[in-house]
């Protein structure tokens, strides 16, 4: 199906055997039907027979941000799921942290790219999609079937459509975040992945409790 479809498509790729991927991609095909949510996952991730090899491994690892998080390996087979590439006219937007610093930088520079300028029309169109979607969305966040949405919520936007696209469903079923991953919030990521590492490192590798949820997910 993927291969004659016009949608450009990528895969999102782990070493993972656990089924996260699969309850992910329930839960997000669940909340599509219920609230008109839109999401990227186009299928349930598969685990292929190739094994990681040193090139490939280093190559994958290049692209993960520095801190103590998790590698992939040499010899170790690969997890791929399927996924919608949305243009380059989509933010990402989340509630804190470097991400949020850079989407604000972006939309600073918005008058100045190309695909930003729209005429009356497209932007009273734009108007009503985001509207919309905004609709769809705090419905969804204040439905108790996605509470656990509001952990690390997160939504891309594109500035030509005012269309809202949902992502990482597979943070409902974190029983606690992924080394260094609670400091993803934090502008200052690198420094404190860091701190947590040393922590980490002193606490014998004892494992951190599972992030209440708050009940005020706005920015």
């Known amino acids: 199906q993927l291969e004659k479809s016009t949608t450009p498509f990528g895969y999102l790729v782990s070493q993972e055997n656990d089924d996260m991927g699969n309850f992910g991609m329930d839960l997000a095909e669940d909340l599509s039907e219920m609230f008109s949510i839109r999401h990227t996952l186009l299928a349930y991730p598969h685990t292929t027979d190739?094994?990681?090899t040193e090139g490939i491994s280093n190559r994958l690892n290049s692209a993960l941000p520095r801190g103590p998080i998790k590698r992939f390996e040499e010899k170790k087979g690969l997890r791929i799921q399927p996924i919608e590439l949305l243009s380059e006219?989509?933010?990402?937007f989340k509630c804190q942290g470097f991400i949020l610093n850079k989407a604000k930088l972006k939309v600073e520079l918005l008058p100045e790219l190309p695909f930003h300028h729209l005429d009356a029309e497209q932007f009273l169109a734009f108007e009503e999609r985001l509207r919309a979607d905004l609709r769809a969305t705090v419905r969804m966040m204040e439905a108790p079937e996605s509470t656990c949405?509001?952990?690390?919520f997160q939504v891309f936007v594109n500035v030509r459509t005012g269309a809202i696209t949902h992502l990482d469903f597979e943070r409902c079923y974190e029983e606690e975040p992924s080394d260094g991953g609670e400091c993803m919030y934090r502008s200052d990521f690198e420094r404190c992945a860091?701190?947590?590492?040393?922590?980490k490192m002193k606490e014998g590798g004892k494992k951190q409790k599972r992030r209440e949820i708050g009940t005020d997910w706005s920015c």
């Open 149 to 152: 949405l509001r952990y690390d």
């Open 194 to 199: 860091e701190e947590k590492r040393k922590e």
């Open 50 to 52: 190739f094994l990681c």
């Open 89 to 92: 006219d989509n933010l990402i």
